[in-house]
């Protein structure tokens, strides 16, 4: 795992790169991204931290698109469902996805001091994680493992 997501790196490069891979998903499987689902990723992409739903309605209203819950609900829903964001459980938000289109487990690095997730992923076809499933006779369907600490710049104010 890089640990480029702890340190400043071009944000708008990252967003970029992320909005590319989105787009090219979609077309590949012939879905939409309307400017609602467009803009909910731009915003969870921008600055590599979660996102609680309201806080992501509060934005999308103040830009003009719409003051109502579903409004984000319904973005934040597609985004999840087509692999594009992800949902941390203990936090009750999103983020995007770091490694959209792909099937992995991701690994949640989650800051408890400034708030910042970094994202890496497990394979869930290749080691431990999967050499376990594979003695039980389990096929894994979906695996997410949220960690919480303090980042290098929580750490080293500290």
């Known amino acids: 795992m890089s640990d480029l997501d702890f340190h400043d790196h071009d944000h708008s490069a990252c967003r970029a790169t992320l909005l590319r891979a989105a787009e090219q998903r979609c077309r590949d499987k012939g879905l939409q991204l309307t400017p609602v689902r467009r803009r909910v990723l731009e915003l969870l992409a921008e600055g590599h931290r979660a996102m609680g739903a309201y806080e992501v309605l509060d934005l999308l209203r103040a830009e003009g698109f719409g003051s109502q819950p579903p409004v984000a609900y319904r973005a ?83």
Do not use: M, Q
Request: negative net charge.
């Open 76 to 158: 934040l829903d597609f985004l999840v469902s087509n692999g594009l964001a992800h949902k941390i459980e203990r936090l009750n938000a999103f983020i995007a996805c770091a490694l959209p289109g792909s099937r992995h487990a991701p690994v949640f690095l989650i800051c408890t001091g400034c708030g910042t997730v970094a994202e890496t992923h497990l394979d869930l076809g290749d080691g431990r994680l999967g050499e376990i499933a594979d003695r039980a006779g389990f096929e894994i369907g979906r695996a997410v493992v949220e960690i919480e600490g303090r980042c290098p710049t929580c750490r080293e104010a500290a």
